[in-house]
């Protein structure tokens, strides 16, 4: 069990101010730091940005992970922080992401808000599980997008 892998998911309401202009400022220095610190963690995974919330999976070691999220709760940058789940993986659902961050593309906002429809943008209404497939589909489709 030493070196085996675990998959944390929360979700989260935003604090960063509305303004789309200011948001993005604000989002682009999360996502460096994070992206720093998750590097040298070992830690990969998304982030999803929504109708005011967002929605994360970790992915590492646990206790990268959990010194991951401990940081990540005590953020005054968003509230209500809620864990989803905790669970061993065998392997990750984003290893070339050491943040990928879902939100910026048109084709990831047509498809969320189909979601969105189903689900009422809900995050509550999915479990951990459904938010990391919901993220590994829309990353892959995100990547795609930015490929071409
Ligand atoms: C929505 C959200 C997601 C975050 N994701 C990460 C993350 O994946 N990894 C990380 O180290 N910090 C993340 N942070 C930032 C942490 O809350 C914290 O500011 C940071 O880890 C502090 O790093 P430092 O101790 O190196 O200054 C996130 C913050 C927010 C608000």
């Known amino acids: 069990m ?29 996502l460096e730091k994070s992206r720093a610190n998750n590097l040298r963690d070992g830690i990969t995974g998304a982030l999803l940005f929504n109708k005011g919330c967002f929605a994360q999976v970790l992915e590492g070691s646990l206790d990268k992970v959990e010194a991951a999220f401990e940081r990540i709760q005590q953020d005054e940058r968003h509230g209500d922080v809620s864990l989803l789940a905790l669970d061993p993986i065998e392997q990750r659902s984003f290893p070339n992401w050491a943040m990928g961050f879902i939100g910026k593309s048109q084709k990831c906002a047509e498809r ?12 509550t209404a999915l479990n951990g599980g459904e938010i990391q497939s919901l993220l590994r589909d829309l990353a892959l489709e995100e990547e795609t997008a930015y490929q071409s």
């Open 112 to 123: 969320f808000s189909t979601i969105g429809t189903l689900s009422g943008f809900d995050p």
């Open 2 to 30: 030493k070196n085996s892998m675990f998959r944390l998911a929360y979700y989260s309401h935003n604090h960063l101010p509305d303004d789309a202009a200011t948001f993005a400022v604000s989002i682009q220095e999360l």
